[in-house]
């Protein structure tokens, strides 16, 4: 599994050699299963410990919650809070609106990945 960009879905390669990262692990060839998971869990907490710092993560169902969550985790959390409308509206329990303005510009990432982000805001 090569690392690759989340925005783009693209593989991203070195210009010479190997990507290494932290006291030099080879990320082009350490890639395994339990070490992705128990970076996951690590990243997750991270995120989960910085948005409890917001009312509408906190007071959120956890399957809402878990929308925050998972945007920010892909785009960090400056791309959640760049959604100002969406936030407002679930910090004033307007999921419907919420929901309406958990929305990308790019129509396919939008249809692919938002929809069902949508999904849980709406159900809750």
Not at 11 to 20: E, M, Q, T
Not at 41 to 52: A, E, H, M, P, T
């Given at each position: 599994m090569l690392p690759y960009d989340d925005k783009t879905g693209a593989?991203?390669?070195?210009?010479?050699?190997?990507?290494?990262w932290g006291r030099g692990f080879n990320l082009m060839k350490c890639g395994s299963t339990g070490l992705f998971d128990v970076m996951e869990?690590?990243?997750?907490?991270?995120?989960?410990?910085?948005?409890?710092a917001y009312p509408w993560y906190t007071d959120a169902s956890?399957?809402?919650?878990?929308?925050?969550?998972?945007?920010?985790?892909?785009?960090?959390?400056?791309?959640?809070?760049?959604y100002p409308h969406m936030l407002a509206a679930a910090a004033r329990g307007d999921?419907?609106?919420?929901?309406?303005?958990?929305?990308?510009?790019?129509p396919k990432l939008?249809?692919?990945?938002?929809?069902?982000l949508r999904a849980l805001l709406l159900s809750g």
């Open positions: 593989d991203v390669r070195a210009p010479v050699g190997n990507l290494s869990s690590y990243l997750l907490q991270q995120l989960d410990n910085s948005l409890r956890p399957v809402r919650a878990s929308v925050f969550l998972d945007i920010a985790y892909n785009g960090g959390i400056e791309d959640l809070l760049g999921w419907a609106e919420a929901a309406k303005q958990c929305t990308e510009k790019d939008d249809a692919s990945r938002y929809a069902p």
